[in-house]
């Protein structure tokens, strides 16, 4: 092989060096650049909230743009990595890489000239051997450094920040909001309300037949002066306790219902205001065995736990409820569950001193929600 083909061989290698790094260089641009004109896209999208034939433009322009990106940067230097296009020639190589290493200067770009205007000239062949020779040892490849692409990295660290400082700073779901608009670019869709209803009650869980207030706030660029809510085909109006700032008290509710907030054309969302059924008392008796030796007639006291009895008389509590999962008799110092069957309970006890006690009604949601006092005086012998 002549020094003049290894010479052609290391121009061929500073060739695909040089398409390699424009490829390098072309995906960093366009990862920056494409990546910028998606957000520019969502931005014009996020403020405008165009029309469908608007997105549409918007979004083919996008692609178009995109598209434009990828062939100038990606494409085209792949196509001549490959020689799938012409890229630069030998005289071109030459004219770069001189440029880089000054002893080689016009040296290389002589020497391809020369190759060219050959003609079976046996001094001007030696002559081209020669100067290859001089331009054998110098390192053509170095010419390209690849870490100089570094630089580019700050055009693409731009888009990144913006998308951090918008989702740290503004508002998290923009991008995404507005990506769903620009690719549905034939769905029409409606611009937010200027405000929204904020329900701030910790809990909306009403005891059954007990009053319960529904405190909401308005959330926005404009605050309305009135508001209604509607629940169970009824519409009522809010009463106002400061800019933005209303209640409604639903009177005694004994079931679940729904309700929404409304105000200006703007509804809120669907809330549920459930109801805990509390642990009643429907009846109460009190059943009296007197000992034998007072020779009375055993009785029956209703709606009443207050009595005075002779001493080691055995007290029958029975009562009905509704809601009940727990009834108790309450001391100062001693707990006394009743039995129960079917929402019945009742509860025998000797009574020798007197008693003064409660009874509880509780359930599962509810812990002793009705507590009735009373007391059993008790007759020595």
């Known amino acids: 092989m002549s020094t003049f083909s290894i010479i052609q061989q290391k121009l061929e290698q500073f060739i695909k060096k040089y398409y390699t790094n424009e490829l390098i260089k072309g ?10 004109w998606f957000i520019i896209t969502l931005l ?14 918007l979004f083919w322009s996008f692609v178009l743009v995109e598209i434009g990106l990828f062939v100038r940067f990606i494409a085209f230097p792949l196509a001549k990595l490959f020689k799938l296009q012409r890229g630069i020639g030998h005289e071109a190589a030459s004219r770069i890489i001189g440029s880089h ?23 001007l062949a ?18 390209i450094n690849f870490t100089k692409n570094v630089k580019y990295l700050k055009y693409a660290a731009i888009p990144l920040v913006i998308i951090l400082l918008v989702n740290l700073l503004w508002d998290r779901d923009l991008f995404s909001n507005s990506y769903e608009r620009v690719v549905n670019y034939d769905t029409a869709y ?29 959330e926005g660029d404009v605050v309305p002066e009135n508001a209604t809510i509607s629940f169970n085909n009824e519409t009522y109006y809010l009463e106002q306790t400061a800019p933005g700032s209303f209640e409604y008290t639903f009177s ?23 109801v805990v059924k509390t642990p009643s008392l429907l ?15 055993d009785e029956v006291l209703k709606s009443t736990g207050n009595a005075t009895v002779p001493e ?38 000797g009574v020798y001193r007197k008693l003064d006690y409660a009874i509880t009604t509780s359930n599962e949601a509810l812990k002793e929600y009705e507590n009735l006092s009373f007391a059993l005086g008790v007759i020595r012998d």
């Open 27 to 36: 995906v960093i641009l366009f990862f920056a650049i494409g990546l910028l």
């Open 44 to 57: 014009v999208e996020h403020f405008l909230w165009l029309e469908p034939l608007g997105r549409t433009l």
């Open 101 to 123: 290493f000054p002893e080689v200067n016009d040296k290389l770009l002589n020497v391809i000239q020369l190759n060219q205007n050959q003609r079976e000239s046996e001094l």
């Open 126 to 143: 030696a002559s081209i051997d020669q100067k290859a020779g001089e331009l054998n040892p110098v390192p053509f490849k170095s010419a």
């Open 190 to 218: 409606e611009p937010p309300a200027p405000f929204s209803f904020v329900v701030v009650n910790n809990s909306l869980t009403a005891i059954e037949n007990k009053n319960f207030t529904v405190k909401a706030i308005t």
């Open 252 to 274: 005694q509710p004994n079931e679940a219902l729904s309700f929404r907030l409304n105000a200006n054309k703007v509804s809120s969302k669907e809330y549920t205001l459930n």
């Open 283 to 297: 009846a109460f008796e009190m059943f009296l065995d007197y000992p034998s030796y007072t020779g009375k007639k």
């Open 312 to 349: 080691g008389t055995t007290v029958t509590w029975n009562v009905d409820t509704r809601n009940t999962d727990l009834v108790q008799l309450k001391t100062r110092d001693t707990a006394f569950n009743f039995t129960e069957s079917e929402q019945e309970f009742s509860l025998k006890k």
